[in-house]
């Protein structure tokens, strides 16, 4: 099991920055592939970025590349979206997924889901 919080959502305008947190709990997170994803307002859920278990490996969606980046620490058991150059467009709810195998970008790939963290980029 894994239970997964996330913190640091905001308010920011358009071209700020914010940082994500994602603390889990289980012995086993290090093995785990950690995603976070995003659901605005009568949209699906979206992939938004991945990283394999031994941080050697990480995904983006298009919209994202080159503006978020998703690192993890292993030893403190925590995974980070550092998201820089904020669009309107990014507003949406962040959560944070982890999956006990090489998952593809799409939700129903990952197991365990955190409740999220509202981002709000203003124009």
């Known amino acids: 099991q894994v239970q997964l919080v996330e913190s640091g959502g905001g308010l920011v305008q358009a071209g700020g920055s914010l940082r994500l947190s994602c603390a889990a709990s289980g012995r086993t997170f290090s093995s785990y592939t950690m995603g976070w994803f995003r659901q605005a307002p009568g949209k699906e859920r979206e992939f938004v970025a991945a990283?394999?278990?031994?941080?050697?490996?990480?995904g983006y969606a298009g919209p994202v590349k080159g503006r978020f980046t998703i690192s993890r620490d292993n030893a403190k058991n925590t995974v980070t979206l550092q998201m820089n150059n904020l669009k309107p467009e990014d507003t949406a709810v962040y959560f944070c997924?982890?999956?006990?195998?090489?998952?593809?970008?799409?939700?129903?790939?990952?197991?365990?889901w955190g409740q999220g963290t509202q981002v709000t980029v203003s124009s």
């Open positions: 990283i394999r278990w031994n941080a050697g490996s990480t």
């Open positions: 997924a982890a999956s006990p195998r090489v998952a593809r970008p799409v939700p129903y790939e990952y197991e365990y």
